[in-house]
């Protein structure tokens, strides 16, 4: 298994590799130029745009009796497990997203949660990530907190990507070197810089939980012996938003095992553009590694009382 941290604009000078994480210099990393990499931004901010107002149209539609799921059961399949859904609003708004994509990038690829896709990449060499609903839980029982994540990848390193909350009308997004921004539903546009925390104990921090039984058991014992060492814990239920919180100050931190690429494309990338402490797992590698978000400031202690707790192994499904 393969980990990268990055930090923007801060790379750390190592290459060699430490057990499962491998330390990255900034040069190793492809870098497009920075008008490709924001004409790119632009292309997923209008997409996930789009896809998030079919969205907000579609939920009263499916959903009669707001906040509830009984007026829509035959709208909502499971996936993974019993209580992992799918909604008939997910596929549409993936579908909108490959329309889009089809008539911008038609020599692009495109990976979905919902649709798939072998990720083998174009010729183009960009591979375009997406999550229809990021928080499709929340969708379900009207809690405003799911998201439209869309990223586009060139050798498994995201260079430009959007996230756009879908209840609040509120769009993330980031180009690869040129920082990450907010506009809020107003369309007023703000430069995101994590929090200057510099003690754990001080911090708030943003985890999520697996479907599967023995994962998420093993993720509260984990939690458990967390708490008593940060100002509290928060669990929002989307990935994507968690990373994107991370970026705004809004948390201090973010940790999660299992996610997929679609989870963490777009919002990873938000995050480290704000200046956060970032791990992913490897494109190929999903089966409960530890994706972390994390304020510089605190990153070092975070890292140390994971490796303590545990915390920093893979939780397989």
């Known amino acids: 298994r393969a980990y990268v941290w990055r930090m923007s604009g801060k790379p750390c000078g190592h290459t060699e590799m430490c057990g499962r994480i491998r330390h990255v210099n900034a040069s190793e990393v492809p870098s497009p130029a920075v008008s490709e990499a924001a004409a790119l931004r632009d292309v997923a901010v209008t997409i996930a745009q789009e896809a998030a107002a079919h969205i907000r149209r579609r939920r009263p539609e499916i959903f009669a009796l707001a906040g509830t799921r009984d007026s829509a059961e035959s709208s909502v399949e499971s996936k993974s497990t019993r209580t992992d859904p799918v909604t008939v609003v997910d596929r549409e708004a993936e579908d909108v997203v490959r329309e889009q994509l089809a008539a911008l990038r038609p020599e692009d690829a495109i990976l979905g949660e919902e649709g798939g896709g072998d990720g083998v990449v174009a010729d183009t060499g960009l591979l375009w990530v997406v999550d229809p609903i990021d928080g499709t839980v929340n969708f379900l029982y009207g809690i405003a907190a799911y998201a439209v994540s869309l990223a586009v990848q060139r050798g498994g390193v995201s260079i430009a990507g959007a996230v756009v909350d879908v209840a609040r009308g509120v769009t993330y997004s980031a180009a690869r070197g040129s920082g990450s921004v907010m506009?809020?539903?107003?369309?007023?546009?703000?430069?995101?810089?994590?929090?200057?925390?510099?003690?754990?104990?001080?911090?708030?921090?943003?985890?999520?939980?697996?479907?599967?039984?023995?994962?998420?058991?093993?993720?509260?014992?984990?939690?458990?012996?967390?708490?008593?060492?940060?100002?509290?814990?928060?669990?929002?239920?989307?990935?994507?938003?968690?990373?994107?919180?991370?970026?705004?100050?809004?948390?201090?931190?973010?940790?999660?095992?299992?996610?997929?690429?679609?989870?963490?494309?777009?919002?990873?990338?938000?995050?480290?553009?704000?200046?956060?402490?970032?791990?992913?797992?490897?494109?190929?590698?999903?089966?409960?590694?530890?994706?972390?978000?994390?304020?510089?400031?605190?990153?070092?202690?975070?890292?140390?009382?994971?490796?303590?707790?545990?915390?920093?192994?893979?939780?397989?499904?």
């Open 183 to 317: 506009i809020d539903e107003a369309g007023n546009s703000t430069q995101l810089r994590c929090n200057e925390v510099t003690e754990l104990e001080m911090s708030l921090v943003a985890t999520g939980f697996a479907y599967g039984r023995e994962r998420r058991q093993r993720q509260g014992e984990l939690v458990a012996g967390l708490l008593p060492k940060v100002r509290d814990i928060r669990r929002i239920g989307s990935a994507a938003l968690d990373l994107c919180m991370v970026a705004a100050g809004r948390v201090d931190a973010h940790y999660e095992h299992g996610l997929h690429p679609w989870d963490w494309a777009a919002g990873a990338l938000i995050a480290e553009e704000a200046g956060a402490y970032v791990q992913v797992p490897a494109m190929t590698d999903s089966d409960g590694v530890l994706t972390v978000a994390a304020a510089p400031g605190i990153a070092a202690e975070l890292n140390q009382v994971f490796a303590e707790l545990g915390v920093d192994q893979p939780i397989p499904g």
